[in-house]
C-alpha cells in the first residue's frame, strides 16, 4: 500500500536550517510529481511546493521562493525540502503528499499524504 | 486570506444535507479542475472528490461534487456523526504557478 512518511521536523531558531525527508513505499515514486503541504497550528492547509516526476521543474508559493528547496532522489524513492532563513511564519505541520498525475507537467491535486512533521521556529 | 473563499462553518442533523460552497476567480477554478479534502483532527487531509466531480475509490456516493463557472460545491447526503470534520477546497491557479486552498470549513452534525 502506499505509505508516505516525513520526518526532520523539530525546534529550529529564526533564521536557522532544516531539511525534511519524505520515504515513500508502496508504488513506483519515479513517475509522480509530488508536493509538500503545510498547515500551521488551528489553520488551514497551505501547499508549498511541487516537483515533477523527474524533478526537471519545480513550483512554491510565494513566501517560501529563494528560501526554500524541493528535490527528490528517486534512487532513494525520497522527497526532500530544504528550509533556510526560516520565520516564525514557518511554523507548521508539514505533509508530503503525491500527485494523481503520472503525467509529466500536469498536476491533479494529492491523493496520498504521509502523517506529517511538525516545524517548530521559535528562539 | 485565502485564495479560495469558503465558509468557516456549516452544520446539519443526521440524514440531512448539507452543501458547502467554494467561491474562486477566472484563474484558478474558472479553468482548472476543482479538488476537495476532508480533515479529521489530528490527522492528515484526505482526498475526497478529485476533478470537480469524481469520487476515489473507497468514498460513499453521499460525496458528491460540482463546479460551475468559478464556483463550486461540495454535498453530502444522509448526513452522518462521523462526516463532522473539517472540508477544504482546491484548485490549482494559472496567475500564481500553484495550488491554493479554501480557508477550509468545519462541518458540525447536530
Known amino acids: 500500500q502506499v505509505q508516505l512518511v516525513e520526518s526532520g521536523g523539530g525546534v529550529v531558531q529564526p533564521g536557522r536550517s532544516l531539511r525534511l525527508s519524505c520515504a515513500a513505499s508502496g508504488f513506483t515514486f519515479s513517475i509522480y510529481g509530488m508536493h509538500w503541504v503545510r498547515q500551521a497550528p488551528g489553520k488551514g492547509l497551505e501547499w508549498v511546493a511541487l516537483?515533477?516526476?523527474?524533478?526537471?521543474?519545480?513550483y512554491y508559493v510565494d513566501s517560501v521562493k529563494g528560501r526554500f528547496t524541493v528535490s527528490r532522489d528517486n534512487s532513494k524513492n525520497t522527497l526532500y525540502l530544504q528550509m533556510n532563513s526560516l520565520r516564525a511564519e514557518d511554523a507548521a505541520v508539514y505533509y508530503c503528499?503525491?500527485?494523481?498525475?503520472?503525467?509529466?507537467?500536469?498536476?491533479?491535486?494529492?491523493?496520498?499524504w504521509g502523517q506529517g512533521t511538525l516545524v517548530t521556529v521559535s528562539s | 486570506q485565502s485564495v479560495l473563499t469558503q465558509p468557516p462553518t456549516a452544520s446539519g442533523t443526521p440524514g440531512q444535507r448539507v452543501s458547502i460552497s467554494c467561491s474562486g476567480s477566472s484563474s484558478n477554478i474558472g479553468r482548472n479542475y476543482v479538488y476537495w479534502y476532508q480533515q479529521f483532527p489530528g490527522t492528515a487531509p484526505k482526498l475526497l472528490i478529485y476533478?470537480?466531480?469524481q469520487r476515489p475509490s473507497g468514498v460513499p456516493d453521499r460525496f458528491s461534487g460540482s463546479k460551475s463557472g468559478t464556483s463550486a460545491s461540495l454535498a453530502i447526503s444522509g448526513l452522518r456523526s462521523e462526516d463532522e470534520a473539517d472540508y477544504y477546497c482546491s484548485s490549482w491557479d494559472d496567475s500564481l504557478s500553484g495550488w491554493v486552498f479554501g480557508g477550509g470549513t468545519k462541518l458540525t452534525v447536530l
Open positions: 503528499a503525491r500527485d494523481l498525475s503520472v503525467v509529466v507537467g500536469l498536476t491533479e491535486g494529492f491523493d496520498y
Open positions: 516537483i515533477w516526476s523527474d524533478g526537471s521543474n519545480k
Open positions: 476533478r470537480n466531480n
